[in-house]
């Protein structure tokens, strides 16, 4: 497993720092419903999401009070994990290898995001701050790689971020089927190839595919 990301962004459900075995309760937790939220939604089992923690429902009360407190923890981190994932990406992979698998990683972000719609919608008119601490994020951590790959000319200089973060945005709309995340991969990979055609070096890491190489989570 890659590096773990830093303290989500903004987080201060912990007034102090906790205890080693506290931490990693919590951290289980989140990291436990940030998968049950993608895939069953934001109403999956508070107490199956404690069971799969390994901890006590009254352990996951402790943490957080509201359903609502846990959704907006595990939003926070879902952003901040995918902005890491670009940091790192870039690190260790030629540009436009970085840029597609970071644009796989985002499928992965989406699918948390669409599990979580009901709640963020909620949280939208009750909680300012948590939108506008992450606004700007992922369009930041996007624009960085497009710039980095329009530079090593193995993408087209003409792309504008904007253009390819609305591409991408038309997963979060596509129907929720049982194949949703591998047509989304697949979509991804076509977007992919259409910023590596007529590129000043060609298609370079086509044969690099993120098929091969699992996103970073």
Known sequence: MAAQPPAPLGDKAEAKPLRADAQRN??????????AFATRGVDASLEEI????????????????????????????EVEALCHA?????LHHPP??????WMQRFVDYIATK???ATSLRILLTTNSTLFSDVSGRVTLALRRL????VADGSIRGDVDSSDV??????????PDTEDWRDRSRR????????LRFGAGKGAKGAGDRSGQQPPLR
């Open 86 to 90: 670009a940091d790192e990406l870039a």
């Open 96 to 101: 436009d290898v970085a840029l597609e698998q």
């Open 146 to 149: 497009i710039e980095a790959a």
């Open 165 to 174: 973060l609305h591409a991408l945005g038309g997963i979060y709309s596509a």
């Open 187 to 194: 979509l991804v990979s076509l977007l992919m190839d259409g």
């Open 114 to 116: 669409r599990g979580l």
């Open 50 to 77: 404690a069971r799969q923690a390994g901890v006590g429902i009254g352990t996951l009360y402790r943490h957080f009070p509201t359903r609502e407190h846990l959704v907006e923890v595990v939003y926070r981190r």
């Open 26 to 35: 919590r951290d289980a937790l989140v990291e436990v419903a940030a998968v």
